[in-house]
């Protein structure tokens, strides 16, 4: 035992000795030592991804890190001659990141193309979980499409603009040799728990929330008066990310901006502020940029509640700007002010 602790204090007096791994004690082997880097090549890398499907734990939504990870899904672009993989921007958007087109996600935006370096990237672990894509058109979609956001109705979807259809990427999941049963919409929606009464937005603004549309106008449900209308706007969200108005004299409708155009939807979220504990508060901003603890339309979504002098509607730091439906148009400016919470109330 002397002579192993001898060459083990040998060892740490040799300049730049290296980093011990294994002490060598009596009755064990020779001692092993490794360079950090050795060490660090020697550790399997962890997937710290986004599991999108409880019963699809292999299917994630990776960070961008520099270089493609294991198992990311694409696809062979047979216009383009090149390998496309699937990737999603900060916000809900998906689109395509090729290696020779530099490190970023290009995806389209109110009939614009963006591209951006902060993204996520599809990833199948192993090759575990069985991927399909399945047609679809008019905004159908089949059950488990895969969404570009756990809980987000924008889903990845392989284009064809010729006759409006696109098929849908599906994850089926496999026991032993048998495929999981797929469903109606019906008998999927039937077998689903019924959902939460709202989703909480910060973990420490436990009193601000979304909450699903269900007729009525929720108790705390946070709203402006617009001047330029003269009307009261409560703040709503679509089933994906963007953010508009609801008003009650224009019937049961969430209006919101979306590809240059005023849309309205009867599937909708409302931000409520459960018996105004929370301190909400408007701060001005401009060119994308957003305060500490602005709201989003969706926990983790990079789009966030906005507002100015015509109304509500949504900031994507993205695009450097904000979004608002007016005139049945989607208007864009650069200056608004970001919705906010603050401390909450003791």
């Known amino acids: ?79 383009a001659s090149r390998r496309e993989y699937v990737c999603a921007e900060a916000g809900c958007s998906v689109g395509f990141f090729n290696e020779s087109k530099g490190p970023y996600c290009y995806y389209s935006n109110a009939d614009q193309e963006h591209r951006t370096s902060n993204f996520r990237m599809l990833v199948n672990e192993d090759n575990v979980e069985v991927l399909e894509w399945k047609k679809g058109s008019f905004g159908s979609v089949p059950p488990k499409s895969v969404p570009s956001y756990p809980g987000v109705t924008v889903f990845v979807v392989l284009g064809n603009n010729s006759n409006h259809a696109a098929p849908f990427l599906i994850s089926s999941l496999q026991e032993g040799t048998s495929a999981l049963n797929t469903y109606t919409a019906e008998e999927e929606k039937s077998k689903t728990p019924p959902k939460n009464k709202g989703q909480i937005i910060f973990d420490d603004h436990i009193h601000l929330k979304w909450v699903e549309w269900e007729g009525s106008v929720p108790s705390g449900a946070v709203s402006i008066w617009n001047e330029e209308a003269s009307r009261r706007e409560y703040v709503c969200a679509e089933a994906g990310c963007s953010v508009g108005f609801f008003n009650e004299s224009k019937g049961p409708y969430c209006y919101y901006p979306y590809a240059d155009q005023k849309h309205r939807t009867s599937n909708f979220r409302m931000l409520v502020n459960e018996d105004n504990v929370e301190v909400l508060e408007w701060k001005k901003e401009s060119y994308g940029s957003i305060p500490p603890k602005s709201v989003p339309s969706y926990p983790g979504v990079n789009v966030f509640v906005g507002r100015n002098r015509y109304g509500l509607g949504k900031v994507v730091p993205g695009c450097e700007a904000f979004f608002l439906p007016h005139n049945g148009k989607e208007k864009c400016y650069k200056e608004y002010e970001v919705l906010t919470a603050n401390t909450p109330r003791r």
């Not at 204090?9 to 004690?25: E, F, I, Q």
């Not at 092993?32 to 599991?51: D, F, L, M, R, V």
């Not at 409880?54 to 990776?62: A, G, N, P, Q």
Request: glycine share 6%; net charge negative; proline share 5%.
């Open 1 to 79: 035992m002397n002579e192993n602790l001898k060459e083990l204090s040998a060892l740490r007096r040799r300049p730049g000795h290296r980093t011990l791994v294994n002490s060598l004690l009596e009755g064990t082997s020779a001692l092993n030592t490794y360079t950090a880097e050795e060490e660090k090549s020697k550790t399997p890398p962890k997937n710290k991804g986004q599991i999108i499907f409880d019963d699809h734990i292999h299917l994630k939504w990776v960070e961008w890190e520099g270089s493609i990870p294991r198992g990311a899904v694409s696809i062979w672009n047979e216009e």
